[in-house]
């Protein structure tokens, strides 16, 4: 079952229904602050919530959208992929753990309460997978939500010409 409902979100994979709100999220530079750092295009956007699609057929696994149970509203994203990133240390192999919300959905708990459901799922499905996480050093916010479930710091290297810090579980 693909589909995960917590106390307060439901978790599925997305759509094409999803790309409006998905497009809005993306585009909001407080989203992307800690990403790249600049908004998506409507067509970075599409090509973003295809790649999610097609993890769930080629991967078994993928990023779910996160949607509020009480209102149905669209909350961001979070899950497991494989981006074949060209990073060293390399993390081929590994399921990449990611989580981004929308900004209303900032410091409400729902990337915790997401991410353990991820995590459940993924020990499930994949007990013996190696989990890795890429978070900007200036994003306290998501290493809070990462040191809750265990990941710790093994890297310290740069991706896309952009300081990241590697950490695993």
Not at 110 to 136: G, Q, S
């Amino acid at each position: 079952m693909r589909t995960i409902i917590t106390e307060r979100l439901i978790m599925r994979p997305p759509t094409r229904d999803d790309f409006e709100d998905c497009a809005m999220q993306w585009a909001d530079p407080e989203v992307v602050r800690h990403i790249g750092g600049k908004p998506f295009t409507r067509e970075e956007s599409w090509a973003r919530l295809t790649r999610n699609v097609g993890h769930w057929a080629l991967q078994g696994f993928g990023v779910w959208a996160l949607r509020e149970r009480d209102s149905g509203r669209y909350a961001g994203e979070v899950g497991l992929f494989d981006v074949k990133r060209n990073i060293t240390p390399s993390i081929a192999g590994a399921h990449e753990m990611g989580w981004a919300l929308c900004s209303w959905a900032h410091g409400k708990g729902f990337a915790t309460e997401a991410v353990r459901a991820a995590l459940d799922w993924n020990e499930k499905h994949f007990p013996h997978a190696r989990l890795v996480c890429m978070i900007d050093p200036d994003n306290a916010a998501s290493f809070r939500v990462a040191e809750k479930f265990g990941f710790r710091e093994f890297a310290r290297t740069t991706y896309r010409d952009t300081a990241v810090v590697l950490l695993e579980r």
